[in-house]
């Protein structure tokens, strides 16, 4: 396993910008490298019409060559990375205790990893449907927190928390490779 690489996995089409690249810079400027993963190689396009390379398909992702795996929101997160290949990526990496964790709309996908039963978390619900399909999913929900970090998962609400998104990353990372 490489202790200082991150896995960010976005939809290959809408992709949250911002949600992005500010988590990836927050997490670079500490020293930790990123891989970008998404539902197909090569490259993915933003909600923006932005693009970014691709490192590796979600197919070829071995939750065990990171050091914490982390999904990134926008329009296009249900659509291409709801599924049960998501699923078994994040548990496997959940049931090696690696940092996992989600942002705005991507939240829903660890819910429905089981990933936040019983945890505390947060989300995106501008929709209005968050709260149902956490607790259809045993999460508890925290709709006044940007940022939720319990053990060692991590949620946040929107594009105005990827700052603090990246943060909470970074010290959690931090803290696992200072007590293992």
């Avoid at 490298?33 to 933003?46: G, L, P, R």
């Avoid at 949620?155 to 105005?160: K, L, Q």
Wanted: overall charge negative.
């Amino acid at each position: 396993m490489d202790e200082t690489t991150v896995l960010l996995v976005i939809a290959s089409n809408g992709f949250q910008h911002i949600e992005y690249g500010e988590t990836k810079k927050v997490i670079e400027d500490a020293g930790f490298t990123v891989t970008t993963a998404s539902d197909k190689a090569e490259s993915a396009t933003a909600k923006n019409g932005s693009t970014v390379a691709v490192d590796i398909a979600l197919d070829d992702v071995l939750p065990s060559n990171y050091a914490g795996i982390f999904f990134i929101g926008g329009p296009g997160a249900m659509e291409y990375l709801d599924n049960n290949l998501s699923y078994k990526m994040l548990q496997e990496a959940f049931y090696q205790n690696k940092p996992v964790g989600g942002i705005c709309i991507a939240t829903r996908i660890l819910a429905k990893a089981g990933i936040l039963h019983d945890k505390y978390a947060t989300g995106w619900n501008e929709d209005g449907e968050l709260n149902k399909i956490f607790a259809e999913n045993n999460v508890i929900y925290v709709p006044e927190e940007k940022v939720v970090a319990v053990d060692n998962v991590i949620t946040a609400t929107d594009p105005s928390a990827a700052h603090d998104f990246g943060l909470h990353i970074v010290e959690m990372l931090q803290n696992k490779q200072r007590w293992g």
